[in-house]
């Protein structure tokens, strides 16, 4: 199968049930706090489903989704995916993949992707223009759900796939965050023949759940030691989802307004807001891609890399670490690091597993980097990855040369 034009069209029908259940919600009690400190605000989820069910426009938002050139194809294992190809307006576009995590989607980057793939148009250098590729994660919007047998740790092979048989690229760089940066990740590792750079904003967390290493410094212990009190303060939703997924996708899946406060809670904890969500994301911005996950009936599928994490037994884990040996330390990495995005690690534990060439400490930002801060990110991409142009050049000069 190769690439087919895919148009977002959600049926009507799916839209007047979504009225219908926003008008019924069944409203919990505050328990004496309008604030957030129960893990949410009933006031504003009341403010933001009336929005919702007055006042948010889905069709907008998908004429929207639609300007970008929409595809879907099948990679490898026979997975059915959903992805954005957007071709850079420059003299040589250096092809670029992104990968988004949980809770959000493709949306993720809508404000990124026109940045990288038209510099110019943003006040940018043209030659610092991108084909931007912007993948859903299988389970996720309108890739199909994984086969039997899929996991999280294959879907680095999908995307080479996807860039390599599928695209026509023989060489690119990648981008990712949250579940994005761990398939970055194995991407370089399991294709660093291909993967010239990776751009992160985070280091993954499985690196810190494989132990503390015999010499930490003392930012590493401080960072371990974080880790270790976020998993039971913050992290109970990576648990339910991890080991029950289906316990809350069940009411999830039901409810747009309990859909909506499982997401939004933590756009809210993550970004940069100081506890007002709209100063870092709009009603409908927060909604969209809520939206995403509702038409789609993806909430349950969206939680399968955190079960295959969870269930991993020892041979996995064993096969990964042996894995790391193939390249994830070689190829070039580069850290965009936002303050408020979930844990701040210092560069040295980032050395530890990765060939850091550039560490770049932001101003300000949260986990959604690329929706909340897209201009600090779209600098620091074109920054990196100006270099790698050149060895692409070279690259096809030579193959040239040899009349490959």
């Given at each position: 199968?190769?690439?087919?034009?895919?148009?977002?069209d959600?049926?009507?029908?799916?839209?007047?049930?979504?009225?219908?259940?926003?008008q019924?919600?069944?409203?919990i009690?505050?328990?004496?706090?309008?604030?957030?400190?129960?893990?949410l605000?009933?006031?504003?989820?009341?403010?933001?489903v009336?929005?919702?069910h007055s006042?948010?426009?889905?069709?907008?938002q998908e004429?929207?989704?639609?300007?970008?050139?929409?595809?879907r194809t099948?990679?490898?294992?026979?997975?059915?995916?959903?992805?954005?190809h957007?071709?850079?307006?420059g003299?040589?576009p250096?092809?670029?993949?992104?990968?988004?995590?949980?809770?959000?989607?493709?949306?993720?980057?809508?404000k990124?992707?026109?940045m990288?793939?038209?510099?110019?148009a943003?006040?940018?250098?043209?030659?610092d223009?991108?084909?931007?590729?912007?993948p859903?994660l299988?389970?996720?919007?309108?890739?199909?759900?994984p086969?039997?047998?899929?996991?999280?740790?294959?879907?680095?092979?999908?995307?080479?796939?996807?860039?390599?048989?599928?695209?026509?690229?023989?060489?690119?760089?990648?981008?990712?965050?949250?579940?994005?940066?761990t398939?970055?990740?194995?991407?370089?590792?399991?294709h660093s023949?291909?993967?010239?750079?990776?751009?992160?904003?985070d280091?993954?967390?499985?690196?810190?759940l494989?132990?503390?290493?015999?010499d930490?410094?003392?930012a590493?212990?401080?960072?371990?030691?974080?880790?270790?009190?976020?998993?039971?303060?913050?992290?109970?939703?990576?648990?339910?989802?991890?080991?029950?997924?289906?316990?809350?996708?069940?009411?999830?899946?039901d409810?747009?307004?309990g859909?909506a406060?499982?997401?939004?809670e933590?756009?809210r904890?993550?970004s940069?807001?100081?506890?007002?969500?709209e100063?870092?994301?709009?009603?409908d911005e927060?909604?969209a891609n809520?939206?995403?996950?509702w038409?789609?009936?993806?909430?349950?599928?969206?939680?399968?890399p955190?079960?295959?994490?969870t269930?991993?037994?020892?041979?996995?884990?064993?096969?990964?670490k042996?894995?790391?040996?193939?390249?994830?330390?070689?190829?070039?990495?580069?850290?965009?690091?936002?303050?408020?995005?979930?844990?701040s690690?210092?560069?040295e534990?980032?050395?530890?597993?990765?060939?850091?060439?550039?560490?770049?400490?932001?101003p300000?930002?949260?986990?959604?980097?690329?929706?909340?801060?897209?201009?600090?990110l779209?600098?620091?991409?074109r920054?990196?990855?100006?270099?790698?142009?050149?060895?692409?050049?070279?690259?096809r000069?030579?193959?040239?040369?040899?009349?490959?």
């Open positions: 199968m190769t690439a087919v034009p895919f148009t977002i959600v049926p009507q029908a799916v839209l007047d049930d979504l009225q219908r259940r926003l019924a919600t069944r409203w009690d505050d328990l004496n706090d309008p604030g957030w400190s129960h893990g605000s009933i006031p504003y989820m009341r403010e933001l009336a929005y919702w006042a948010f426009d889905w069709r907008a004429d929207s989704l639609n300007g970008f050139p929409n595809f099948d990679v490898k294992g026979g997975q059915i995916i959903h992805f954005i957007e071709q850079g307006k003299p040589d250096l092809p670029i993949i992104l990968t988004h995590g949980f809770p959000d989607s493709v949306l993720r980057f809508a990124l992707i026109p990288l793939a038209d510099p110019a943003y006040g940018g250098d043209p030659a223009a991108f084909h931007v590729v912007a859903s299988p389970g996720y919007g309108f890739s199909d759900k086969h039997d047998g899929t996991s999280l740790f294959q879907v680095g092979d999908m995307w080479h796939d996807l860039m390599t048989r599928v695209l026509g690229y023989d060489h690119y760089v990648a981008h990712g965050g949250d579940w994005g940066s398939i970055t990740d194995f991407l370089a590792r399991d023949d291909a993967v010239l750079a990776i751009h992160l904003t280091v993954p967390f499985y690196h810190a494989a132990g503390a290493p015999t930490p410094s003392r590493e212990r401080d960072y371990l030691d974080f880790v270790a009190k976020f998993q039971p303060s913050q992290g109970a939703y990576a648990f339910v989802q991890g080991a029950q997924p289906q316990v809350v996708a069940m009411g999830l899946n409810s747009p307004a859909l406060a499982w997401i939004v933590k756009f904890r993550w940069d807001c100081d506890g007002d969500v100063r870092a994301f709009t009603k927060l909604l809520v939206m995403l996950y038409v789609t009936q993806t909430i349950n599928s969206s939680f399968l955190y079960y295959d994490v269930q991993a037994g020892a041979m996995t884990w064993l096969r990964q042996l894995n790391e040996w193939k390249g994830s330390d070689e190829v070039p990495a580069a850290f965009a690091m936002f303050p408020k995005d979930l844990s690690p210092p560069r534990w980032a050395a530890r597993f990765y060939n850091v060439q550039r560490w770049t400490p932001m300000h930002g949260g986990h959604f980097a690329a929706l909340e801060e897209p201009d600090l779209a600098n620091d991409l920054t990196f990855f100006r270099p790698f142009r050149g060895m692409m050049a070279a690259m000069s030579e193959l040239f040369k040899s009349g490959d």
